[in-house]
């Protein structure tokens, strides 16, 4: 029989992610970043940040590669290639500072509206084309 605390290790929390930035971000894993990234900038302005022991200024959060494998269980090459879509769909921005450097994310939540709102546009007229005259 396995033990209760062994489950725990085994399952640890789930990772979520909102399916409907998929399309918008243009890969699933794209959209698993981009939900955390959410996720963490919802949980810094309602400050919860410090319990979390990280940084949050201005709308920018900065959390290390090994922050994000450990959250989201994405290796390296999966963060950069998420990353890369998400600044070229405007959707997450990227800026390093200090010494030694950090990265510091932003999530553009107008964009992200935007892009929102124009799938389900696009969704309402694939839907109108689909149906029988």
Known sequence: MVEHQLLLDI????????????PICGSVTAAL???YAIGTTQEAEA???ADLQRDFV???????QDQ??????LSRWEQETARRLLRQAGLLSE??????????F??????IAQALQQQAQRNAAQARAARPP
């Open 95 to 104: 800026r390093r500072e200090g010494m030694p450097a950090r990265v510091w």
């Open 68 to 73: 994000w494998t450990r959250e989201t269980g």
């Open 58 to 64: 201005d709308g920018w959060f900065t959390l290390s």
């Open 33 to 35: 970043l981009l939900s």
């Open 47 to 49: 400050g919860h940040f």
């Open 11 to 22: 399952f640890d929390l789930p990772v979520t992610f909102h399916r409907c930035l998929v």
């Open 106 to 111: 932003k999530v553009d939540k107008a964009a």
